[in-house]
Each structure stands twice: as structure tokens, then as C-alpha cells.
């Protein structure tokens, strides 16, 4: 079965930085779009960025300019480089994925907290 595995959370300074990262395995023919999602106490899931099979990002507003999405095909992996930390950044990172194996599916991963102190 195709599963998603996170990588990279922890906790940092107001100002710092992380990496997240996530790959995905199991059989798998092709993944499409990535994206990157969070989800922060007392708040809904929410878009951070996303990334098309050719490149193409888009990113939430709260995060443009700080936050770069990229992805390694070769590797079936996507990245969120996260610069420039803010507190409210604080939440459940989650990866998503939509991927074409035996079937399409859309693919979560378990999520990586990232937590930012003041």
C-alpha cells in the first residue's frame, strides 16, 4: 500500500528554520500533485502550499515569502523549506499526495509537529 512518510518537524525559534519533508513509497506508478497542510489547535486543516507534477506552486498568503515548496520526482519526495518562523506558524504539518498505483488515491500522511516559540 502506498504511505507517506514525514519527515523534519520540531521545535524552533521565532526567526528560525525547518525543513519538512516527505516521500512516498510502496507501488506506485506516478504522483501527481503534493502539497503541504496544518493544522493548528482550535483551527481547521488548512492549504500551506502546493505543487504540481510540472513545477507549479501555490502558496497561502500567510506563508508567501517565507515558505518554499519543491519536490524530487526521482525521489517521490516533496519538501517544505519553512524560513523566517512566526509562532502562529505552530501546528500539525501534514503531507499530502495524489498518487497513482494499482488505483488513483489521495494519499495522507501521518503529520509532523513544528512548534515556534516567542
Known amino acids: 500500500q502506498v504511505q507517506l512518510v514525514e519527515s523534519g518537524g520540531g521545535l524552533v525559534q521565532a526567526g528560525g528554520s525547518l525543513r519538512l519533508s516527505c516521500a512516498a513509497s510502496g507501488r506506485i506508478v506516478s504522483v501527481n500533485d503534493m502539497g503541504w497542510y496544518r493544522q493548528a489547535p482550535g483551527k481547521q486543516r488548512e492549504l500551506v502550499a502546493a505543487?504540481?507534477?510540472?513545477?507549479?506552486?501555490n502558496y497561502a498568503d500567510s506563508v508567501k515569502g517565507r515558505f518554499v515548496i519543491s519536490r524530487d520526482n526521482a525521489k517521490n519526495t516533496v519538501y517544505l523549506q519553512m524560513n523566517s518562523l512566526k509562532p502562529e506558524d505552530t501546528a500539525l504539518y501534514y503531507c499530502?499526495?495524489?498518487?497513482?498505483?494499482?488505483?488513483?488515491?489521495?494519499?495522507w500522511g501521518q503529520g509532523t509537529q513544528v512548534t515556534v516559540s516567542s
Open positions: 499530502n499526495a495524489e498518487v497513482v498505483g494499482s488505483r488513483y488515491m489521495n494519499v
Open positions: 505543487i504540481t507534477g510540472g513545477g507549479g506552486t
